[in-house]
């Protein structure tokens, strides 16, 4: 099946510096990636969507400023957490979907832990 | 009330019991995924299915359109079963979650 690698799986870093967190389609090409936050004990929240070449969509309530997306090619999409704060600790996941998917099925990456001190 | 409503949202249960778990969908949508989360986080995406019937293993799942309802049956369960499972429903272009439910099998 597809695969889907995030990197760096668990970064703990201090309160107001920025992190960057890669998604990469390993062995398929996506047209769009998924970013989603959760939160202990929540269930996913879909934060931006990403779509290579062009501007990333936010949802409702999710900074642009801060939360920083680039989707520079059909492989690569990164998360940048700018000024990281302690309420910016969660769980973060990419996925991703493949050209010419009709169906909207998403490969989910691994998952970075983010922990602001 | 949310889009997605799952059930139960806790189970226990002993090794080797048939495990249903429910899933239940108020929006239309073009296809329907049943997700495995364990401890740690990562996800795995177990079926996509759009209508009748998925078998993979020891793991099927249903969907029935009209009623808006999807189930996930586990067969002979195993403690390594043990983990979140998530209904997701695809009104395209994203997906709705649902919050999971959370499985335990004991030896």
């Known amino acids: 099946g597809a695969v889907v690698s995030q990197h760096p799986s668990r970064v703990i870093c201090k309160s107001g510096t920025s992190v960057k967190i890669e998604c990469r389609s390993l062995d398929f090409q996506a047209t769009t990636m998924f970013w989603y936050r959760q939160f202990p004990k929540q269930s996913l929240m879909l934060m931006a969507t990403s779509n290579e070449g062009s501007k990333a969509t936010y949802e409702q309530g999710v900074e642009k400023d801060k939360f920083l997306i680039n989707h520079a090619s059909l492989t690569l999409s990164t998360l940048t957490v700018t000024s990281a704060h302690p309420e910016d600790s969660s769980f973060y996941i990419c996925s991703a979907r493949a050209l010419a998917d009709s169906y909207n099925e998403q490969f989910f990456g691994p998952g970075t832990r983010l922990t602001v001190l | 009330k949310n889009e997605v409503e799952q059930s139960p949202q806790n189970l226990t249960a002993q090794e080797g019991e048939f495990i249903t778990i429910n899933c239940s969908y108020s929006?239309?949508?073009?296809?329907l995924h049943w997700l495995q989360q364990h401890p740690g986080g990562g996800i795995v995406s177990l079926f996509m299915l759009s209508s009748g019937k998925k078998k993979h293993g020891r793991l099927i799942a249903t969907i029935n359109i009209q009623e808006k309802h999807s189930s996930l049956h586990i067969t002979a369960s195993h403690p390594r079963d043990s983990a979140v499972y998530i209904c997701a429903v695809s009104p395209y272009p994203k997906l709705i979650f649902g919050t999971g439910t959370l499985l335990a099998v004991q030896p």
């Open positions: 929006v239309g949508i073009s296809a």
